[in-house]
């Protein structure tokens, strides 16, 4: 084989592999990234989940006013108030006690040190800085949920 051979060979085999390249280039297909119009991004909605956990019954809760329960490692207290729910991590954000839900009253109140919070675990009086930290809550099937 002569260098002229050669090199023919080593070109035919250049664009033998260009080849599917070529095609696909030069497809008609548009993009699933893209829209053809805008060029957006048209990726799929992430699937639904949900880390709903049944922390007890709605009718415990309509006769309680409260529901204490655990969603996975966490602590939840679910209240109703004006026929809202309102599910609550009920750890008091100053010292780590547990606080008491006091329906009378419509408030949390920390036993540790006095500190209260509003149904919604919102405007903590001092010593606590800081809100409760809060969940979504649901009914469904007559269980209480909670979403962590």
Known sequence: MNRREF?????????????PVAIAAC?????????????????????????AIA??????????????????????????????????????THKGCVVDWKADQQKFVCPCHGATYAADGSEPTKPAGKPLATYAVKVEGGKVLVET
Request: glycine letters at 10%; proline letters at 11%.
């Open 7 to 19: 090199v023919s060979w080593v070109g035919l085999g250049w664009i033998a592999s260009s080849l």
């Open 27 to 51: 497809s008609s297909q548009p993009s699933a990234s893209t829209t053809p119009s805008t060029g957006a991004s048209q990726l799929p909605p992430p699937p639904a989940t949900t880390n």
């Open 55 to 92: 922390i007890g019954e709605a009718a415990d809760l309509d006769k309680a006013g409260f529901i204490k329960g655990q969603a996975g490692d966490k602590p939840v207290v679910a209240v109703k108030v004006k026929d809202k729910i309102i599910a609550v991590n009920p750890t008091c």
